[in-house]
């Protein structure tokens, strides 16, 4: 089993560790969740709800870490931090709000891109609204529904160190081909980003009309931004 975990706070030369299973979008079955309290109540862990929609488990010991894995029988949420590190998905399939049924989309990208090696650290999130639940323009790549129904894809937004807020991309996009504009994005930014670069320093690099020019062509998408 894995020993996935982040060294936290040293206090008086003692060592703690923090891990996160992977939970797609944030939806979690009742037996997962009382399996995550339940391992983190036998290891003296504490329990802390994430921004990425995760439960981060703190407070462990480095000796534990694989045990620990094993009786979650979960995967870790990151293995490599240069990747597709979560996709935030809001609860559009619930929410009054939404305008279309998102999750199955955000499932989607989820379950095909999480994990994908890249130049840098990378979030994706998805909203089935213009509201943008989950913060989706401080994400290097966003999936929203307009008011129309018709659905946009941003890039390039960043809520870290350097702030920068996410370019619209295309308007007026169905479900399959906001899907594979994801796709074509990531494949881009993997070609041609360099090692560290975050996607919206890339795009800033090469411009964002060469990078939307780029992106839209090879799927044969017209740029709309009204």
Known sequence: ?????????????????????????????????????????????????????????????QEDLVSIWKDLDMEPAVKNQNSVKNVEICPAN??????????????????????????????????????????????????????????????????GFYPRSADIITKGLTEEEAYNLVKTILEYYNEHGQMGEKLGDFMDRISIEKFRKDVLQSLNLKEILE
């Open 1 to 61: 089993m894995s020993n996935y975990g982040n060294l936290q706070k040293i206090k008086d030369g003692k060592r703690t560790y923090a891990i996160t299973p992977h939970i797609p979008g944030g939806f979690v079955l009742p037996e997962t969740l009382i399996k995550i309290a339940e391992v983190a109540k036998k290891y003296n862990g504490v329990l802390k709800l994430t921004s990425g929609q995760r439960i981060l488990i703190t407070n462990l010991k």
């Open 94 to 159: 619930f929410c009054k709000r939404s305008k279309y049924p998102t999750i199955g989309i955000g499932m989607k990208i989820s379950k095909n891109f999480h994990g994908m090696i890249l130049p840098n650290r990378t979030k994706i999130g998805v909203a089935g609204c213009r509201n943008a639940c989950t913060s989706v323009y401080s994400k290097d790549i966003g999936v929203l529904v307009d008011i129309d129904g018709k659905f946009f894809v941003t890039a390039g937004g960043s809520a």
